[in-house]
């Protein structure tokens, strides 16, 4: 991931070409994970990460409840959540947005007025 806050984000083009360089030299995710101390990607870590990790998925509920868990949890102030939805349609991109303001944004609110953060 780049964060790219301004100016041309092609200045970074030698940073990509030096990732896809180390992709095929040493490998995918896998290799990364235990490089860092981290798990292997599997399809039971995978559930684990839904259930009590750090993936946040599922309904506006359940984004909801995870997202005010760890806000409160961690006594954050702001949480920024990055979404991967790349390879879905469009239209299911902007439905996923839509649901995020409209129902899960409103409801982190008021879980967290309730519970309140102690920052």
Request: hydrophobic share 40%; net charge positive; glycine share 6%.
């Amino acid at each position: 991931m780049l964060a790219i806050i301004g100016g041309r984000p092609q200045r970074f083009d030698d940073h990509v070409d030096l990732y896809h360089r180390a992709l095929a030299q040493y490998g995918v995710v896998a290799a990364l994970a235990e490089e860092r101390g981290s798990y292997k990607p599997d399809r039971a870590r995978f559930a684990r990460e839904l259930d009590q990790g750090a993936l946040v998925v599922g309904s506006p509920e359940t984004v909801a409840w995870k997202t005010a868990k760890m806000a409160r949890d961690l006594r954050l102030s702001r949480f920024d959540l990055k979404y991967d939805i790349t390879h879905l349609p469009r239209e299911t991109r902007a439905r996923t947005i839509e649901l995020l303001g409209s129902e899960v944004a409103p409801r982190v609110r008021e879980r967290l007025a309730k519970e309140p953060t102690h920052v």
